[in-house]
């Protein structure tokens, strides 16, 4: 019972030693013995995702994949719509950038594919 630790990606307290690595029965991470705050912050760090899982970076030219309404415009933005020059942030809106006929706002990547 001394090997159980704590699963990095769900806090579950019944981590297991298989003898090569550490496993959670919950959610099916694996992780390696004695290490999993490094690899926690490796796994986690920074990297965002498109729609496909594809990792986005700054600078990225993205596309719009479905209508996206917005808060006092009188029209959504289009699914099909390019954003160039993508800035990645931290927070619910992951993506700054700026739309043509919009200006400035914040998008979230699961709404956009990497172009």
Not at 70 to 94: M, W
Request: glycine share 12%.
């Amino acid at each position: 019972m001394s090997d159980q630790q704590p699963c990095p990606a769900c806090s579950s307290p019944y981590g297991y030693s298989d003898g090569t690595s550490m496993n959670c029965p919950e959610c099916g991470h694996t992780w390696a013995a004695g290490s999993e705050a490094d690899e926690d912050s490796a796994e986690t760090g920074d990297q965002i995702l498109d729609a496909n899982g594809n990792p986005l970076q700054n600078g990225d030219t993205v596309i719009v994949i479905k209508d996206l309404p917005v808060k006092g415009a009188p029209k959504p933005v289009k699914a099909g719509t390019k954003v160039k020059n993508i800035r990645l942030v931290d927070g619910d809106h992951d993506i700054s950038c700026r739309i043509d006929g919009f200006g400035k706002m914040g998008l979230k990547s699961q709404f956009v594919r990497k172009a």
